[in-house]
């Protein structure tokens, strides 16, 4: 018996779009603000439609944690890491798993030739893949359309 073996998805086929983005010229204030009313844990920085980096929110809690008011004085572009962390829409989930653990990181810019962000894969999206192969099913049959989902969003005072 031929067993069949199916190669990996690309990311592209389970990247989450539109991409949602700040400028490398937005306050560390203006991505917390846009992070918290979306529900993400990661925001694209760009700089005109290039991608620049990955701003998570680890990092912006660890900037406030130190001075709070660090987040109405700093850019954007100053707090994501000075290694990339983009990857193209064709590349196979596995490749983008190894890079992602080879960066420390949950989360990676899917970009165009141009270095413009067309989508984002993150461990969620990459576990979700695994549980799929493997046999697994979400909840309800439902996948999650973009990072964030189910997760509350908090409203200001």
């Excluded at 850019?75 to 798993?97: C, M, Q, R």
Aim: no cysteine; charged share 20%; aromatic share 4%.
């Amino acid at each position: 018996m031929n067993a069949h073996v199916q190669p990996p998805p690309t990311v592209g086929a389970v990247m989450h779009s539109p991409v949602v983005s700040v400028a490398a010229d937005d306050s560390l204030w203006t991505a917390v603000d846009v992070m918290l009313s979306r529900g993400l844990r990661h925001l694209v920085v760009v700089h005109g439609e290039t991608a620049k980096g990955v701003l998570v929110d680890r990092d912006l809690a660890a900037v406030w944690a130190m001075n709070p008011l660090g987040l109405k004085h700093r850019k954007a572009v100053d707090a994501i890491s000075p290694v990339p962390a983009f990857l193209g829409p064709e590349t196979d989930v596995v490749t983008a798993a190894v890079r992602m653990r080879s960066l420390g990181a949950d989360a990676l810019v899917v970009v165009d030739a141009e270095q413009r962000p067309i989508g984002m894969v993150t461990d969620h999206d990459l576990l979700g893949v695994l549980a799929g192969l493997l046999g697994g099913e979400e909840a309800g049959g439902a996948s999650p359309r973009y990072h964030g989902y189910r997760h509350p969003i908090l409203l200001p005072d």
